[in-house]
């Protein structure tokens, strides 16, 4: 029987775990080491990359961080601030390794929850929450082809922000992008992230986080952060203002992210997770995705029951209305240091 050594990763092992990652269908590109960095720089959070290896092979990655905080929860994810995470295995005694490690960690540390951000669910008897779908289509080589398979509604709006004179441009610096995402998080109710959070992103991923902007006339007014992974676009973090709304400008941007991904050979177009009931989830059914449910694993430890930390919360409500009412430059001065207690 094969033994299996698990281990934490460090800066020496940061090359050979991002081949595992690339070379693993079950990673994601929320299994790089760089979320590591960006975790642990932009929100000063604690992380253990666990890996699991025989004959000095990698066959099991599990990147893990705990998010402790006063006002909601002591939690040990995988991974927060991401859509998905969890155990990514080419075998399943490393699998079970690496998971038999968290478990342990998670006691260790006494957190209220372990939580996983899988596609697929590995835990049968845990617990879960029927809360979010995600949306993942495959791209056809030729953009022609993908625009008509837009279904005809939504075509229609895609093609009303060509009419407008719409142009989309790669932007070098998080700038214009970060003006339009505040602004549109604040009109929903939601904190903002912080700057240092978009701008370590940039920094650690490279050309694999690329900032697109739409344009009218010489003015951004909209944009969309999207990750390159493999064969894969994850338009992840995006936002606009009236003129957006006005022009059918957050149509066209998604048209121009999943035309230039094509140009780029990318196969697969990943429009993330939503909620169900929410104006995001029936947005990417219009354009003709299927939601895939997500049912995230969780592990009760030192919690009694998992905290209903989210948006749809009737108990949430009344602060999303405050929000809303705050002056912009105020949520976008608080607003970071409350997101990074939620993961």
Known sequence: MMQWSVKQMGPQDHARWDAFVQRCP???????????????????????????????????????????????????????????????????????????????????????????RQLQSIHADWLHKDLY??????????????????????RAMVRKGMAAGLSSVIDADTDRFYANYATSVHRLGTPV????????????????CEILSVQHGDRAICSVLSFHFRDEILPYYGGGGEAARVHAGNDFMYWEVMRRATERGRRLFDFGRSKYGTGAFAFKKNWGFEPQPLRYDYQLHRGKQLKDVQPLNPRLQLLIRAWRMLPLSLANAIGPHIVRQLG
């Open 133 to 154: 779908a995600t949306f993942r289509k495959p791209l056809a080589a030729d953009p022609e082809q993908n625009l008509l398979a837009i279904p005809r509604k939504q």
């Open 193 to 208: 992230f912080s700057r240092r959070y978009f701008r370590t992103l940039q920094q650690t991923f490279g050309d694999d």
């Open 26 to 116: 079950d990673a994601t590109f929320f299994h790089r080491a760089g979320w590591q960095r960006v975790i642990e720089t932009a929100f000063g959070h604690p992380t253990w990359y666990l890996y699991a290896e025989a004959a000095g092979q990698i066959q099991a990655v599990l990147p893990l961080a705990q998010v402790n905080s006063r006002l909601f929860g002591n939690t040990l994810c995988s991974l927060p601030f991401c859509v998905y995470g969890g155990v990514a295995a080419l075998e399943e005694g490393a699998a079970a390794a690496v998971d038999q490690a968290a478990q342990q960690l998670a006691r260790r540390l006494r957190v209220d929850h372990l939580e996983y």
